[in-house]
């Protein structure tokens, strides 16, 4: 998992945006246990992409929960091509 977590605090760090593209990568719950840590408390993203991936609606209740509660900078959720 650190991996992953590395991964995406390079793609930020290389492309400057603020978006998060993590479309198409064959991501599980698992991963996205990882990317709610890591929007939590984190308000540099605007717009998340994880489309095309392979969470479940239990995965996505829990990003529900985060972005609900604690992230306010995310304005723009692509969600499309899940388990749901």
Do not use: P, Y
Request: aromatic share 4%; charged share 20%; hydrophobic share 40%.
């Amino acid at each position: 998992m650190l991996r992953f977590f590395d991964l995406v605090v390079k793609n930020h760090k290389v492309t400057g945006t603020r978006k998060l593209n993590l479309a198409e990568m064959a991501l599980g719950d698992q991963s996205l246990s990882v990317i709610c840590k890591i929007i939590k408390n984190n308000e540099r993203f605007a717009e998340l992409d994880i489309s095309k991936n392979c969470f479940s609606n239990l995965g996505l209740k829990h990003l529900a929960r985060v972005l609900q509660n604690h992230n306010r900078s995310i304005v723009h959720l692509s969600l499309g091509g899940n388990n749901i």
